[in-house]
């Protein structure tokens, strides 16, 4: 699997319908994942939210998103991230690389999906979040 970057967006509880309004722009596979389905819950109003949405467009975008959890502040303006998906040693590099002067909100560390995931805060304030595929 080659690496990827595509935007990844934090909603407030409306993930799914702006994932299908831009599914009818775009076109493509909108696949979706619950809290509740991964077993994340942070109570009961989080089981039907999305806890990972994917879009993959016929023109080869990809945009993510996913609702906020409770317990989670949502803040607009800061609800986009940047997401590096793949395999392998090339993105634990850039993990790394992009820790260094930020602050690390996530270690890279195996989760509950099987892969290996993290998030950073780059040293000039921009969310990145790092997806290493189990399939590797």
Not at 104 to 119: H, R, S
């Amino acid at each position: 699997m080659a690496s990827r970057l595509n935007p990844y967006i934090q909603f407030d509880g409306n993930a799914r319908e702006a994932m299908e309004f831009y599914q009818g722009v775009f076109g493509g596979e909108l696949a979706t994942n619950t809290f509740a389905e991964f077993g994340a819950s942070s109570g009961p109003d989080d089981e039907n939210k999305l806890m990972h949405s994917q879009l993959e467009t016929p023109s080869g975008f990809t945009l993510m998103a996913s609702d906020t959890p409770q317990g989670m502040t949502y803040n607009p303006g800061d609800n986009i991230a940047i997401s590096l998906s793949g395999d392998g040693d090339e993105l634990r590099g850039y993990y790394e690389k992009l820790s260094d002067g930020g602050k690390v909100t996530v270690p890279l560390e195996k989760q509950m999906w099987g892969d290996e995931f993290g998030m950073v805060t780059d040293k000039f304030g921009i969310n990145w979040m790092v997806n290493i595929s189990a399939q590797s």
